[in-house]
């Protein structure tokens, strides 16, 4: 199994302001995961990163907007950029091990004032 | 396009069996799998499958039809415990990229 540091765990930020999102692996992953699950809602990919690569965005989703970060194959980082109401969320990292199963961080609940 | 049916909610008692149906439509398949989250958790694994057939995991199995692409939950013997949103994630790359449906809220009561 794989366990994720996720931090913060919430926050309550001003509009126009950014917050940095932090996950740490306790293994070693090729790819990483992060998702938004807005209130009452399912979860939506973001984008995929790769260690050494820019990351790959789905669509609706822009590096400027959700700038991400993977240094090494246990850490990456997602900025939530010039927030409004709208970002108001919760926003997970995952991984996916021996394939099949995908872990989550315990997620960080993001309130734009 | 993409997208992933499943009901909204389904109520239960205490003891019983529930079934939670998933049909997709998506642009790759590597598998289906499923995810339980209580509220104001992250979700949590509960099972998946890649080829057809049944998998059983304690008191939740699933099933898996690639050819009708659907695919279902089984919870027996509800608990309380079992009271969550369920999600089926259709595995849409070989890297893992998970394409979630919109979850079932199961509610069991006494």
């Known amino acids: 199994s794989a366990v994720i540091s996720q931090k913060p765990s919430r926050d309550i930020c001003q509009r126009g302001t950014s917050l940095t999102i932090q996950c740490q692996v306790d293994?070693?992953?090729?790819?990483m995961f992060w998702y938004r699950q807005q209130p009452g809602q399912s979860l939506t990919l973001i984008a995929t990163?790769?260690?050494?690569?820019?990351?790959?965005?789905e669509s609706g989703f822009v590096i400027d907007k959700f700038p991400i970060s993977r240094p090494n194959l246990t850490f990456s980082t997602l900025t939530v950029s010039n927030m409004s109401p709208e970002d108001s969320s919760i926003y997970l990292c995952?991984?996916?091990?021996?394939?099949?199963?995908?872990?989550f961080g315990q997620g960080t609940r993001l309130t734009v004032v | 396009g993409q997208s992933l049916e499943q009901p909204s909610e389904v109520t239960a008692v205490e003891g019983a069996i529930v079934q939670i149906n998933c049909t997709y439509q998506?642009?790759?398949?590597?598998?289906l799998s499923w995810y339980q989250q209580h509220d104001g958790g992250a979700p949590t694994f509960l099972s998946y499958?890649?080829?057809?057939g049944l998998e059983e995991t304690g008191r939740f199995s699933s099933f898996l039809s690639r050819s009708d692409s659907y695919g279902y939950l089984l919870l027996q013997e509800l608990q309380m415990k079992d009271s969550a949103s369920y999600f089926c994630?259709?595995?849409?790359?070989?890297?893992?990229?998970?394409?979630f449906g919109a979850g079932t809220q199961v509610v069991v009561t006494p």
């Open positions: 293994s070693q992953v090729t790819m």
């Open positions: 990163a790769n260690q050494g690569s820019e990351a790959t965005y």
């Open positions: 998506t642009s790759g398949f590597y598998g």
């Open positions: 994630a259709v595995r849409a790359d070989s890297w893992g990229k998970l394409q």
């Open positions: 499958n890649g080829l057809d």
């Open positions: 995952s991984v996916v091990w021996v394939n099949t199963e995908a872990f």
